[in-house]
């Protein structure tokens, strides 16, 4: 896929990984509807990208809230004339012992991971059907393929994610809608608090700048990849995970204990 002109709607625009998939791709000349729940900086990206003469718009939205989801995608189509491409980026994590979760964190997270994504996706999707083109992107994780520990809410929203785009992919086979799945293992952001980066410094996982995942997404749209799967050896043990989960069990057995002192008090 040729970038250059595309209508792109990007939630989470100002995340870590956000931002820089925002000036990616608008150094190769796309038009964005960027989307957050923070006016305040949204604006400050929509004036950093307007620098370099790009075109965009900015909407301000908790996609949680009832209806969001219509509204964003009907307010990027009419300021952008149209959308090519819907890159799902918005999500939320926590490290944390399952029963110290509250019911609330649980709902809002998968709200935030899953349904809004699902919703969003759904209201975009008869604009592609009617012109007979468009892509989707999903920023999943590896934990849409490997159950960790002290992660069980937000692998199962990433399961969820990984299922969707499984499963839209296939039923829109002869649609001429491409779907593109990116699985990130841990990134240097701050989406993992001090805790989070602590316990992974302890246990040898090897983080990714927000700079190397921003790349591989904007690649992976270009070249209109299926699923890509980001670091070793977390993309071994996804894999393994779904031909041996005995093993990886094994292999994560010591990984609570590691992780306990860490956890949120």
């Given at each position: 896929?040729?970038?250059?002109?595309?209508?792109?709607?990007?939630?989470?625009?100002?995340?870590?990984?956000?931002i820089?998939?925002?000036?990616?791709?608008?150094?190769?000349?796309?038009?964005?509807?960027?989307?957050?729940?923070d006016?305040?900086?949204?604006?400050?990206?929509?004036?950093?990208l307007?620098?370099?003469?790009?075109k965009?718009?900015?909407?301000?939205a908790d996609?949680?809230?009832?209806?969001?989801?219509?509204?964003?995608?009907?307010?990027?189509?009419?300021?952008?004339?149209?959308l090519?491409v819907?890159?799902?980026?918005?999500?939320?994590?926590?490290?944390?012992?399952?029963?110290?979760?509250?019911?609330?964190?649980?709902d809002?997270?998968?709200?935030?991971?899953?349904?809004?994504?699902?919703?969003?996706?759904?209201?975009?999707?008869?604009h592609?059907?009617?012109?007979k083109?468009g892509?989707?992107?999903?920023?999943?994780?590896?934990?849409?393929?490997?159950?960790?520990?002290?992660?069980?809410?937000?692998?199962?929203?990433?399961?969820?994610?990984?299922?969707f785009s499984?499963a839209?992919r296939?039923?829109?086979?002869?649609?001429n809608?491409?779907?593109?799945?990116?699985?990130?293992?841990?990134?240097?952001?701050?989406?993992?608090?001090?805790?989070?980066?602590?316990?992974?410094e302890k246990?040898?996982?090897?983080?990714?700048?927000p700079?190397?995942?921003?790349?591989?997404?904007?690649?992976?749209?270009?070249?209109?990849?299926?699923?890509?799967?980001?670091?070793?050896?977390?993309?071994?043990?996804?894999?393994?995970?779904?031909?041996?989960?005995?093993?990886?069990?094994?292999?994560?057995k010591?990984?609570?204990?590691?992780?306990?002192?860490?956890?949120?008090?």
């Open positions: 896929m040729d970038i250059n002109g595309k209508r792109i709607l990007l939630t989470g625009a100002t995340g870590g990984v956000g820089l998939v925002a000036q990616l791709l608008v150094s190769r000349g796309a038009q964005l509807a960027l989307v957050g729940r006016e305040t900086k949204l604006e400050t990206l929509k004036n950093s307007e620098k370099d003469g790009a965009l718009c900015t909407i301000v996609l949680n809230e009832a209806g969001a989801p219509q509204r964003v995608a009907d307010l990027a189509i009419a300021q952008l004339g149209g090519d819907l890159i799902n980026n918005a999500g939320i994590l926590d490290f944390i012992a399952f029963e110290t979760q509250t019911p609330e964190r649980i809002q997270m998968i709200h935030t991971n899953v349904t809004a994504l699902i919703q969003l996706t759904n209201a975009v999707i008869p592609f059907l009617a012109k083109a892509h989707f992107v999903f920023i999943g994780s590896i934990f849409g393929s490997l159950g960790f520990p002290h992660f069980a809410t937000y692998c199962a929203t990433k399961f969820a994610v990984h299922g499984q839209l296939r039923e829109l086979v002869d649609n809608i491409g779907i593109t799945y990116v699985a990130p293992r841990g990134i240097k952001t701050p989406m993992n608090d001090p805790n989070t980066l602590a316990m992974w246990s040898g996982n090897q983080l990714d700048a700079e190397t995942v921003a790349a591989i997404v904007v690649k992976a749209l270009e070249q209109e990849k299926h699923e890509v799967y980001i670091g070793q050896p977390q993309t071994f043990f996804a894999w393994l995970n779904g031909v041996a989960p005995k093993m990886v069990n094994m292999g994560l010591k990984q609570p204990g590691l992780a306990r002192p860490f956890l949120k008090k």
